[in-house]
């Protein structure tokens, strides 16, 4: 391998390893407004899903990317064995072994989802749990073993991803009422609700749905 | 004529996301808490390919398209 193009793959490391980080940000951000059934309005919750579905997997080819190129470079000495399993890298076996624990746990929360219909809804979801644990992973497999992170930006943009998911944590978590405003259709003055045209609008966000909580009681996890 | 498919709700799967409304609003009405009402028992042909993609979207795999029984339609 020559010094030029294994220079080539150690920029391109460390740029898909920078562009996973938001990417990643994202589907975190996005997930947590899945959950907390963000949209309904303008945007509809449906797609706040599908976005969140498709960067998902951008960030996934962005990961595969920044693997390979590890692999392929000389420089370092992580085989491809590395990419799977972990404590198996020469090079700081277990920096790189965090950036496998969370490659891994991704590969099932990614694999899951893509065969959702065909597995149990309660086995995707403790799978989908694993995200949690996976994104503080990749952030600290980057703190670690990341070139860039001695500089300021690179350490104001790991702050500024790691605040945007643990505010939308702590939303989701403290702030949020369960379940999230429903989407209602209104219901017509005089007729009874079934027989109503529906007008999909959105419910007031926090007085009903803690009535709601009680008036319906339902299974909600 | 083709296989006639009718849509069939999980009551108890269904959280209430309202996906469904929102991909096919020619098929699914929402009640007031949020919770998903067929229009009809029959899936119209012209519709199948919306009822597929509401099934798909269900994020609580609730919504499931079945071969219509007879009498086709089923009215509560």
Redesign the interface.
């Known amino acids: 391998m020559t010094a030029v193009s294994s220079s080539i793959l150690w920029y391109t490391t460390r740029a898909s390893g920078i562009v996973s980080l938001l990417l990643l940000t994202a589907v975190m951000v996005g997930g947590i407004m899945t959950a907390t059934r963000v949209g309904g309005g303008t945007v509809p919750r449906f797609a706040v899903a599908e976005v969140h579905r498709r960067i998902s997997l951008i960030a996934m080819i962005f990961i595969i990317l920044h693997i390979a190129t590890t692999i392929v470079d000389s420089y370092v000495n992580v085989g491809i064995v590395s990419a799977l399993i972990p404590f198996t890298s020469q090079y700081k076996p277990i920096k790189v072994a965090l950036g496998t624990v969370a490659f891994d746990l991704m590969l099932a929360i990614t694999v899951t989802s893509l065969i959702k219909q065909r597995i149990s809804h309660s086995l995707w979801r403790t799978i989908h749990w694993a995200s949690y644990l996976a994104f503080p992973i990749a952030v600290i497999h980057e703190i670690l073993i990341g070139t860039d992170f001695r500089f300021a930006w690179m350490i104001l943009l790991t702050a500024g991803c790691v605040s945007a998911v643990g505010l939308a944590l702590a939303w989701r978590f403290w702030a949020h009422p369960r379940p999230g405003g429903a989407l209602t259709a209104v219901p017509s003055r005089t007729a009874p609700p079934k027989r109503s045209k529906a007008i999909v609008t959105r419910a007031p966000a926090a007085g009903p749905s803690r009535r709601r909580g009680s008036s319906k009681p339902k299974g909600t996890s | 004529m083709a296989v006639k498919l009718e849509l069939r709700i999980d009551p ?2 269904c ?5 469904c ?3 096919a ?1 020619e098929l699914f ?6 919770y998903p ?1 067929l229009r009809s028992g029959q899936v119209p042909t012209a519709l199948v390919a919306v009822a597929k993609l509401a099934v ?2 269900c ?3 609730a919504l499931s398209l079945a071969t219509a029984v007879d009498p086709p339609a089923r009215r509560r």
Do not use: F, N, T
């Open positions: 108890v799967a959280d209430g996301y309202g996906h409304a929102e991909v609003p009405s929402l009640d007031e808490w949020g009402i798909k979207q994020p609580r795999k």
